[in-house]
């Protein structure tokens, strides 16, 4: 049981790691637009994303970014020249770089270790109900407590 769990485990740890890199290639190959980027940056005056953001300086970020998609910048250049003109606080999500990496680490963690435990822990659980799940046998009566409860018994049938 525990090898499975860890198989388990392991296979979780493995999909998770490989879906990452995956998903960025992908989204590096395909052609950027506006509304990609949007969703993944912030205005840096409203603090919110800039494809809910209704101001001036949106506007400005819009037309920066279109410009650069004009220019045939891939989505990663245009997030480092969006980082140079305004600063980290323009991406909506944390670099996975540095400190910044623990944002994505520390979940996965979590999750790791509840998942590990729940592997150790439910066979125990499963065992501990099982044998109370029987409940005490008739054995465990005294003869006065049998007899008492074979004459309650027999006045129902």
């Not at 205005?43 to 209704?54: D, E």
């Not at 009566?141 to 007899?147: E, K, Q, R």
Request: one cysteine or more.
């Amino acid at each position: 049981m525990r090898r499975y769990a860890l198989a388990l485990l392991l296979g979780v740890l493995v999909a998770v790691v490989a879906s990452g890199p995956g998903a960025a290639a992908s989204a590096a190959v395909a052609r950027t637009s506006l509304p990609i980027i949007e969703r993944q940056v912030m205005c840096v005056t409203c603090k919110i994303p800039l494809n809910v953001a209704q101001s001036p300086q949106a506007d400005r970020e819009r037309a920066y970014i279109q410009s650069l998609i004009n220019e045939g910048d891939t989505e990663a250049q245009i997030k480092n020249a969006l980082v140079g003109q305004y600063g980290p606080a323009v991406l909506g999500l944390p670099s996975a770089h540095g400190f910044d990496l623990t944002v994505y680490l520390v979940p996965l963690a979590v999750l790791l270790a509840l998942v590990g435990g729940l592997a150790l822990l439910l066979p125990r659980w499963r065992r501990a109900r099982a044998q109370t799940a029987g409940g005490p046998s008739r054995a465990a009566l005294d003869s006065g407590d049998a007899a008492r409860l074979d004459a309650d018994l027999a006045r129902f049938d």
